[in-house]
C-alpha cells in the first residue's frame, strides 16, 4: 500500500532549477490534496571568516531578520507568479513558508520530521559526476540521510517555456 501523501516539503535555494522543481510539488500537492510547506535554508557564514572579523559577526546578526523577511517576500512574490500557470491559486496549496538559518540538509531533515512531511521535493543542480564525486551535494546528501521519499528534479536539458528571470 502506497502511504497518504498530506505534507510536501518543498526545499528551495531560490534557483532557476528549484522553481522548475515547484512545478512538481504543486502537480503532486493538488493530485493528493496535500500541503506544500516551502522551506529555505541561509547558510551562516563559517566560523573562520567570524573569528578574523569581528564586523562581519555583528553585521550577519544585525541583518538576519531583514534577509529572512526579504526572502519570505520573494518566496510570496514567486507564489503569486505561478499562480497563473498552475491554475489554483499558490496560496491555498501553500500552508506555510519557512526561513531558516542553518546548513540545507540539516534544516531539510529537520523540517521533514518537525512537520511531519510525508515527501520531500527539491531540484538538483546536475552539476556532473566529478563534482558531486568530491564535493557532495544538498539533494544526495538528503537522500542518502532520510527515510523518507524524496523527489529530486534536475533542470530540464530542453527549452521550456518557463521565462526564470521573470519567476524568479
Not at 53 to 67: C, F, G
Not at 79 to 93: F, M, Q, S, W
Request: hydrophobic share 40%; with cysteine.
Amino acid at each position: 500500500m502506497i502511504p497518504q501523501i498530506k505534507k510536501i516539503l518543498y526545499a528551495t535555494d531560490l534557483s532557476k532549477n528549484s522553481a522548475y522543481a515547484f512545478y512538481f510539488a504543486v502537480d503532486m500537492a493538488r493530485k493528493r490534496d496535500a500541503r506544500i510547506i516551502i522551506l529555505h535554508a541561509i547558510e551562516p557564514v563559517p566560523p573562520y571568516l567570524m573569528a578574523y572579523e569581528q564586523t562581519l559577526s555583528e553585521i550577519q546578526r544585525k541583518n538576519v531578520e531583514e534577509a529572512i523577511e526579504e526572502i519570505k517576500k520573494r518566496l510570496n512574490n514567486f507564489c503569486e507568479k505561478v499562480e497563473g500557470r498552475i491554475g489554483a491559486p499558490c496560496h491555498d496549496l501553500v500552508s506555510g513558508i519557512v526561513v531558516r538559518l542553518g546548513y540545507p540538509v540539516e534544516e531539510i531533515l529537520k523540517m521533514a520530521e518537525e512537520e511531519g512531511c510525508d515527501l520531500i521535493v527539491l531540484g538538483s543542480h546536475g552539476k556532473g559526476f566529478l563534482l558531486q564525486t568530491f564535493l557532495g551535494s544538498v539533494s544526495r546528501s538528503v537522500l542518502d540521510r532520510t527515510r523518507k521519499p524524496v523527489f529530486i528534479i534536475p533542470l530540464p536539458s530542453e527549452k521550456t517555456d518557463i521565462d526564470w528571470d521573470k519567476i524568479l
